[in-house]
């Protein structure tokens, strides 16, 4: 028996884009369903059509094989469809409890909560799925993992039979990913069906039964797990046969170009969340933060860009301490930065491709005279860039707008690599976008290496870290706690660091830091 | 598409028009008998003589000049409505010159209308340097500028500069030197090619300088501005200054070409309406000339309605108003937008 099932839908958004063209998808009672795709495919869009946040343009929806009319996810919740968004959206002071039961709450009379009959409803519900939770801890203190958990939690106990996931593990540790796939497997043991997306094909092999491509708004097909290797999957994913062929050689590092001494940064409520960092970057090299997100990532970047102030200590470039100087001075010392938000801080979606391209630049030649600035010559650079880095893109007058994830990544980093940069900080320089693009960006980071600059990789993306960088600090509660060369290291051994279970001791990072 | 869309806004624009007409027809029925003459009135009066005419030029200057004040403010997403305060103050400061410095003779219209735009932009000086300094909301502070601008002058022109020998609350009369021409023996407020040069200037210092481009990135997306090296507050700082230099010499225009004096007892209401008018030209500084035009169009010929029926020109008030509401409306007509949008994107396969 059919689930849920999607018949012919197409949706077309406002602003012209056809995400989805005469989309067929169905997922079978119990299954374990993979939807696959690069960025700008459709993938969810689909979800959000079957979960009732976008209505088709055309086409049928039906669950459990009868026509369904869904206007909000209200109406997909009532008739045993879950979701469980990338971001989770849960109150991060609220108890476990509160956040599952919140607005089904049992109460005992009309001004108090029934907590005890709270505890049994969930308990039970979780001993029939076979899943632990600490129903009584506030969820800001919880780990993402079981942050996950408690999301798919409150979906089952509104009565979901089908549940669809966005990208699940992209927010997870590889030990976290285990774990959810425990879950996952035990659910559709009990009937229940599971969607997900990802953009990690060693995973979909892992668990899923059947796998759904997805390519520019179609379904390219879907089929059983043991039918496709991953590379096929690939292929079928970009259309075309694809080379996993990033080589690296041995870096040679020159002469520092950045150093952090005893960087210290606390937030305006007092966390520490950086405790005294020190580092070394070089020229002609890869040094990748890796870390679980909310590890003080975030907060690195911005100051060492100058998009965040108060933070002490030493940042030297040139021999200078430039900790605390603007955005603008530091990209005039040469310092670039792919930041991890595209759109809220990469680029302005409301201007065309040619002018994304050019606003570190616009004041100065060819862009710009003493006053006057030159559409022409902008235009032309943006025709250049455009092709070197192959942006899919009508025209450089096009709005970023219009742009996929992928393409619009790839604007921010051209703009970015082409500005003779002496040090490149990309924070998750290919988060969420597809594998060509994301290959591509890799190389042009390693070429950037080559050319004798000095890359700071900030990811969370161990796959990414593993394949690219030379040396690698793990950052684990604002702290550095292992500095490791890239030689036979696997996704593992960071895992143990990144969750905090192991660490050198100060001994090992001191001497590896004055390197 | 593009071809197809841009129909569609004139159609939509055109559609608005005649929704508020039809509204403000309504409102007609009930204050006179005789709805199709004033109506007539209302829609030809401002062509049916060149006397109306030159009324109907003159009365778009100053709101040209408000328009293009608050489209720069508003391409900076920054909303300083304090464009009235400027105007007033503007006027106060064409005043103190035009009466301070007879002695310049040849220079004197220039100098007096310089002072405008110094007074103008002083006084949009202080809500820009509350929200630079201490981020102070420039909403509230210009709104509050407005009115200081209105009881200071207010308080020193009847105090210090009254002429008691004229019939009426104003200041002394300027010296000749401080005239701004006006032509034809209608009185063609020579203004009107000022304004219409300052748009076509202020025009291209958006769209084709590299502060114009600074201007739009911070209006775009403040972030992503300051992230790739805008130095967001100054940009904001300034284009507040120069939006009140602006304003302030609309004032100046007002008072030197069209009274020659300082006559005003209340707020003119040019810096709203120049709100109004940036929002129907999407703040292009182009657009701005048809869209004060238009304003400039609705006002008159509601003053001659009014005139030429007993009517009440609040009519007026209520069919602008309608209609801002009805422009605003982005909602209007977007099924048929979706539709195109849809189809067109479908006939790519």
């Keep these: ?515 | 598409m593009k071809r197809s869309l841009a129909l569609l806004e004139l159609v939509r624009m055109a559609l608005t028009i005649l929704i508020a007409l039809l509204i403000g027809y309504v409102f007609l029925l009930f204050s006179t008998k005789d709805v199709a003459e004033a109506f007539k009135w209302f829609l030809y009066g401002p062509l049916s003589s060149q006397r109306r005419f030159v009324e109907f030029l003159n009365n778009s200057v100053p709101l040209i000049m408000t328009g293009l004040a608050l489209s720069l403010v508003f391409q900076a997403r920054v909303f300083n409505i304090g464009a009235e305060g400027c105007l007033f103050f503007g006027g106060f400061g064409a005043m103190l010159a035009a009466l301070e410095f007879p002695q310049l003779s040849v220079l004197h219209l220039i100098v007096t209308l310089l002072t405008a735009a110094l007074f103008g932009a002083i006084w949009a000086f202080v809500p820009a340097i509350l929200k630079a300094k201490w981020k102070a909301s420039e909403l509230v502070s210009s709104l509050m500028m407005n009115y200081i601008a209105y009881l200071l002058v207010l308080f020193l022109v009847n105090n210090y500069f009254r002429d008691k020998a004229a019939g009426a609350l104003v200041s002394y009369r300027f010296p000749q030197t401080a005239w701004l021409a006006t032509l034809t023996r209608y009185r063609l407020n020579s203004g009107f090619f000022i304004a219409v040069s300052v748009a076509i200037l202020i025009g291209f210092l958006l769209y084709f300088t590299k502060y114009g481009y600074e201007i739009r990135v911070v209006g775009a997306n403040k972030k992503f501005g300051f992230y790739t090296g805008i130095n967001v507050v100054v940009t904001t700082f300034w284009v507040q200054l120069l939006a009140g230099a602006l304003a302030g010499l609309a004032g100046g225009i007002e008072l030197t070409a069209m009274y020659r004096r300082f006559v005003w007892q209340s707020l003119p209401g040019y810096g709203f309406d120049g709100i109004i008018v940036a929002i129907l030209a999407r703040n292009n500084p182009f657009l701005v000339i048809p869209s004060a035009l238009f304003i400039a169009y609705l006002r008159v010929g509601a003053n001659i309605m009014s005139r030429m029926m007993g009517l009440a020109p609040e009519v007026v008030i209520v069919i602008q108003s309608v209609m801002i509401l009805l422009v605003t409306a982005e909602a209007l007509l977007e099924r048929f937008k979706k539709r195109i949008v849809e189809r067109e994107a479908m006939k790519g396969e």
Excluded at chain 1, 298 to 307: D, N, Q, S
Excluded at chain 1, 456 to 482: C, F, H, M, N, P
């Design chain 1, 1 to 515: 028996m059919k689930a849920i099932e999607a018949i012919n839908v197409t949706k077309v958004y406002p602003n012209g884009v056809v995400a989805n063209r005469n989309v067929n998808f169905s997922a079978a009672v119990g299954e374990i369903h993979a939807v696959v795709g690069e960025n700008g495919a459709g993938k969810t869009t689909l979800m959000k059509i079957l979960f009732g946040m976008e209505k088709p343009t055309s086409g049928e929806i039906r669950i459990f094989e009868k026509p369904a009319q869904l206007n909000s996810p209200h109406d997909a919740i009532a008739l045993g469809v879950g979701m469980v968004h990338q971001h989770f959206m849960l109150v991060p002071s609220f108890t476990v409890a509160e956040n599952i039961m919140l607005g089904i709450e049992p109460k005992k009379n009309l001004f108090s909560l029934d907590f005890k009959r709270m505890e049994q409803i969930i308990s039970e519900y979780a001993k029939k799925v076979n899943f632990e939770l600490p129903i009584w801890e506030k969820v800001m203190d919880l780990p993402v993992g079981v942050k996950q958990r408690v999301e798919i939690m409150k979906a089952l106990i509104r009565g979901a039979k089908v549940l669809i996931l966005d990208e699940p593990s992209s927010v997870l540790t590889p030990q976290e990913v285990n774990e959810l796939f425990v879950v996952l497997k035990n659910l559709s043991q009990q009937g229940i069906t599971i969607i997900f997306i990802t953009h990690k094909l060693n995973e979909v092999k892992q668990i899923a039964d059947r796998i759904t491509i997805m390519r520019e708004g179609r379904v390219v097909g879907t089929y059983r797990n043991e039918e496709l290797t991953e590379s096929q999957i690939v292929e079928l994913m970009i259309g075309r046969k694809f080379e996993y062929d990033i080589s690296r050689v041995k870096a040679v590092p020159g002469e520092p170009l950045l150093v952090v001494k005893n960087l210290n940064y606390f937030r305006e409520d007092g966390a520490h969340i950086l405790k005294n960092l020190s580092f070394v970057l070089r020229s002609g090299e890869i040094l990748a933060i890796a870390g679980l997100e909310g590890n003080g990532q975030k907060e690195l970047v911005e100051i060492l860009t100058g998009l965040r102030e108060n933070a002490s200590g030493e940042m030297l470039v040139g021999g200078k301490n430039v900790l605390g100087a603007k955005p603008w001075q530091l990209r005039q010392l040469g310092i670039s930065h792919i930041p991890d938000d595209r759109i809220e801080v990469g680029s302005a979606l409301d201007m065309s491709v040619a002018e994304n391209m050019i606003s570190d630049r616009y004041d100065q030649q060819p862009f710009s005279g003493r006053v006057v600035y030159r559409k022409r010559s902008v235009i032309e650079f943006a025709r250049r860039l455009i092709k070197e880095f192959s942006i899919r893109v009508k025209s450089p007058t096009t709005l970023v707008r219009m742009l996929s994830g992928g393409n619009m990544q790839k604007v921010v980093v051209a703009r970015e690599l082409t500005n003779e940069p002496k040090v490149v900080i990309a924070n998750q320089p290919t988060h969420g976008i597809d594998v060509a693009s994301s290959e591509f960006i890799r190389k042009k980071l390693l070429q950037m290496r080559d050319e004798g600059r000095g890359v700071l990789l900030v990811s969370t993306d161990l796959q990414e870290v593993l394949q690219i960088a030379d040396r690698i600090l793990v950052l684990y509660k604002g702290e550095i706690v292992a500095h490791l060369q890239n030689e036979n290291l696997t996704e593992t051994d960071l895992g143990f660091y990144m969750l905090g279970t192991k660490r050198q001791n100060p001994e090992e990072l001191k001497e590896l830091l004055t390197l």
